[in-house]
């Protein structure tokens, strides 16, 4: 009611975005801009909240869809002059930690997993089962780089060397980001950038998040007691809420609970 009267300030809200889950371009990802991006928008732009609090969860996945959703965090911050809040639960780990450097200061539990600031490609490779099988792969290309890593013929050197020159630039990217968000709250730290994870207290140390700190006692602190909480998350289709897309969701679960268990969780 308070906002509807002349000359009576309202209480102050903070709009709290989730980013839960592995990150990719695939309907099976749990983020990616085009799902994110509405529920971005929204909480930036509805109401003209004091600040936007980052709940982040996750182990990391597309080095391209984190960028995207925390550029769009970045423009939204800057153009409606917003702070932005980052709150760490259970892991923030490579492109989950991209996301959480978006916001202006990051707070994490003790037990909180940050870092893995590093790029990975893996996958499979069948030739040896193809040969057993009698079955022959054949592959036409009309230039020599189109059937590189290929799965299902011998790895090849060269295709290994051109694949590391693009994972360490992926790598410098992901690095950069990381130094402009951070800037001089980094630690002096060979180990920084390597792919290694730290608990919370000790990334506290290296300076990748600025202290531990929970979500609705730290916004208490920073914008008062009377401070409200305005939730945005992405909904989920109506397909989806029937359980129509049953097995697609098994295989997301048993991906996510490969990623997270990367990291002891």
């Known amino acids: 009611m308070k906002r509807w009267i002349p000359f009576v300030k309202s209480d102050p809200t903070v709009a709290v975005i989730r980013l839960s889950g592995t990150i990719g371009a695939t309907t099976r990802a749990q983020l ?12 930036f732009k509805r109401g003209k909240p004091a600040a936007v609090a980052l709940v982040v969860n996750s182990p990391g996945g597309s080095p391209v869809q984190s960028s995207l959703i925390a550029a769009r ?3 939204l911050a800057e153009e409606k002059e917003i702070p932005v809040h980052a709150f760490v639960e259970d892991v923030a780990a490579s492109g989950g930690y991209w996301l959480a ?3 202006d200061d990051v707070w994490v539990d003790p037990a909180s997993v940050v870092g893995s600031i590093g790029v990975i490609s893996a996958g499979f490779g069948a030739p040896v089962f ?3 099988q009698g079955l022959e792969r054949r592959v036409h290309t009309s230039v020599k780089s189109k059937s590189m890593l290929d799965p299902f013929q011998p790895e090849k050197p060269e295709d290994v ?8 630039q992926m790598h410098t990217t992901f690095t950069d980001h990381v130094k402009v968000r951070r800037g001089d709250r980094l630690a002096d730290a060979q180990d920084l950038f390597t792919g290694e994870f730290w608990l919370g207290r000790r990334a506290v140390e290296l300076g990748l998040v600025d202290g531990i700190g929970h979500l609705v ?3 208490k602190e920073l914008y ?3 401070v409200k909480f305005a939730n945005y998350s992405r909904k989920r289709g109506l ?3 029937f359980g129509t897309t049953l097995t697609q969701d098994a295989i997301a679960a048993l991906e996510e609970r490969a990623d997270y268990a990367r990291f002891g969780l």
Do not use: C, S
């Open 130 to 132: 193809l040969a057993r």
């Open 224 to 226: 008062g007691d009377k």
């Open 101 to 103: 450097t978006a916001a």
């Open 73 to 75: 965090i970045r423009r």
């Open 32 to 43: 990616n801009d085009e799902m994110m991006a509405p529920v971005i928008d929204k909480a």
């Open 161 to 168: 060397a051109r694949l590391k020159v693009i994972l360490e």
């Open 217 to 219: 006692p730290k916004m």
């Open 239 to 241: 397909l989806q809420r």
